[in-house]
């Protein structure tokens, strides 16, 4: 799983913002350490960071070791292996800071 810098992590927050849409629900965070958890949790979503970067601790209150239960979304970079992850829908950061969602 790539890692981009934090700056243009930053970046893809308010577009996934835009495509959560206005339904909050659980979502989880992988592989960003925390970076857009403040910003989700503001809008509403109950958010779990999986992340062992030592900055997600500083950022959320709600990291994990592994992904537990069902989501209504997940956030993560596009080369992530999702295939363990039981989320409603996905959204994918590519390399470029670019935001795709899927389902």
């Known amino acids: ?3 981009l810098p934090p700056a243009l992590a930053a970046t893809a927050t308010p577009r996934i913002l835009e495509l959560l849409g206005d339904r ?6 992988l ?9 989700l949790e503001l ?3 109950d958010v779990v960071v999986v992340d062992r970067d030592p900055r997600a601790r500083e950022r959320s209150d709600h990291v994990a070791d592994v ?8 956030v993560a970079p596009a080369d ?7 989320a409603a829908r996905m959204i994918l950061v590519h390399r470029d800071g670019s935001v795709v969602a899927l389902g």
């Open 80 to 86: 992530a292996d999702l295939a363990h992850i039981d």
């Open 67 to 74: 992904a537990e239960g069902c989501f209504d979304a997940v």
């Open 1 to 3: 799983m790539h890692r």
């Open 43 to 45: 809008a509403g979503w």
């Open 31 to 39: 592989g960003f350490a925390g970076i857009h958890a403040r910003p």
């Open 24 to 29: 909050p629900g659980r979502l989880l965070e």
